[in-house]
Nanobody, 118 residues
């Protein structure tokens, strides 16, 4: 069992940047896909961005060109770099791990709040 803990959330102004980090309690080397999801109030979680063990990334259209994801298997860390933030990015951001890469996420973090002020 791997536990995921997010950090780096907070309050930022429109146009600013934040870097979220996700620390895994165990190895992520064998986890096929690591990703970031976000949840707006009253809405289900939605995909933000994912990265496979081979480095392939998948983005939600709303964040293309602004957000990037990286993973450091040696450190069991996953990062989300968010640039040009907009108030519409305000949400709780969750780190997640999909072991087999079938789209079913086995591990979730507790979430970190990101608030973008206008």
């Amino acid at each position: 069992q791997v536990q995921l803990v997010e950090s780096g959330g907070g309050l930022v102004q429109t146009g600013g940047s934040l870097r979220l980090a996700c620390r895994a309690s165990g190895s992520i080397f064998a986890i096929h896909t690591m990703g970031w999801y976000r949840q707006f109030p009253g809405k289900p979680r939605e995909l933000v961005i994912t990265i496979t063990s081979g480095g392939h990334t998948n983005y939600a259209e709303a964040v293309k060109g602004r957000f990037t994801i990286s993973r450091d298997n040696a450190k069991n860390m996953v990062y989300l770099q968010m640039n040009s933030l907009e108030p519409e990015d305000t949400a709780v951001y969750y780190c997640a791990g999909d072991v087999a890469g079938w789209g079913h996420y086995d591990y979730w973090g507790q979430g970190t709040q990101v608030t973008v002020s206008s």
